[in-house]
């Protein structure tokens, strides 16, 4: 090394240097007297004047310690204003979205009614299968701005931040998943908890509603429940005839295994019956296909006796044992030729006309669905009736201080509640004591949607509707049993 006048020491020429510090090896310039002490700890750290120790540790150049020794490692470092970051969980502790059916049992709505925890977060948000909607991400927005909002309301009720962070970072998760939000139906419920999140993709479309309470609230997921309210769609043509399942809520193909595929799959009668062709009775209506003699039959023989073998194998494997509408859909001539040979008993007069062999099975339905709307109201109808005809006893009432208590002692038959409706408070149930608030707060509860969880439990009747179909100007009105 050399030395200046001043008997301080620099690092050879043509090595970088600074004031006070060492970029590289070698050491900063120091007065005579602190000679001895920066030789040794040259001697400590460096082989020579270009090599360091190699069991010195290094910190890499580019390392970001801006956050400090201690930052929580594998935290990406995201800009603060990034509401959607990731949040930074213990994978022992981190809880799975998991998808409930998007139609309910009653089993299962009874889970979800009766789970209870301190905090219970339930959200309902009306969603788009698609449309501009979805090109511009609306349902997302909209639920990343409810996660924002629940995680205020429990930090206003004091809830532990890592408590929160555990309980909404399966939901920020859902933000990242593009597949989720390209599957949307009417509507998404979502249910939290400590430990728990469980969500339907609903095929009605809710109120949008958050609730912060210690119970999940289910009220809007009785539209959803399962139902015996069916019928089956068989679609006609003379290739291959398909049979389809649909509810309120959907239809779904059922794969007959015997079906032929077209009509010259069905073989005729032998030459010896081939003057023998089936008659419809009287009752049957539609055409009469009477003996031909020798040779083939015309088309529409052909057809009926293609259509009766079909009929055949759908009666003997499926519909034998079912007693609800048969919706025919078809080219409109072949509609009474099917009739004609049928021997279910319960075929819908109205039937789709056209040719639907390829249709979409969604558009489908649609078209289904429309002409058994008035099927799948009677159930309802008939409620109302009952209602009506009850009026005027004391086996109805809409006042919530007789129905909450009547809901709790098994006491209702029947129940309507105004949709999005709510009524805070508390009853005890061994007192017979009911308290009405006039809003939410921290002791009191949802009792229209209490009212409605022990109705169903006691093997009561439930509907969820809008005002105008509500029987009585009130938020709820039931039927009791006695």
Known sequence: MGKDQSGG???????????????????????AEKLDEFLELDNKYVEDDLTLDPSLPVRHPNRNTSKGENSFKGKENKPESDKTAELSI????????????????????????????PCCVTMYIPTHKSGVEVNEKKDLINFKNALQDVSKRLADREIPQAVIEQMLTPGYELLQNDTFWAGMNEGLAVFISEGYFRYIKMPVAPENELMCEKSFYVSPLIPIMASKEH?????????????????????????????????????????????TVRVANSSGGGANFHGMGGGNPDEKANIATYFEHVDDILYKQILHTENVPLLLAGVEYLIPIYKSVCDYHNVC???????????????????????????????LDKALTIFANQSATELTSSSPNEIIPAAYYGRISHIFVKKANHIWGTFDENSNELTLGDSESADSEDLLDEALIKTIQNGGEVYVLDEDKMPAESPVAAVFRY
């Open 9 to 31: 020491f620099h690092p050879p020429k043509g090595k970088p240097s600074t004031i006070n510090k060492v970029e590289g090896l070698g050491i900063s310039n120091a007065p």
């Open 90 to 117: 213990d994978d022992e502790n981190k809880t799975e979205p998991e998808e409930l059916p998007q139609v309910l049992d009653k089993e299962l709505f009874v889970e979800l009614a009766s789970y209870q925890a």
């Open 231 to 275: 019928f089956f769609l068989l679609v006609i043509s003379k290739q291959k005839c398909k049979l389809f399942r649909a509810d309120a809520f959907g239809m779904e193909y059922i794969d007959v295994p015997d079906l032929p595929e077209e009509m010259m799959d069905v073989k005729r009668i032998s030459e010896k019956d081939a003057s």
């Open 349 to 379: 007069s109205e039937s789709i006309t056209g040719s639907h062999e390829h249709d979409d099975k969604n558009e489908l339905y649609k078209l289904a669905k429309e002409i058994m709307l008035p099927y799948f109201e009677q159930p």
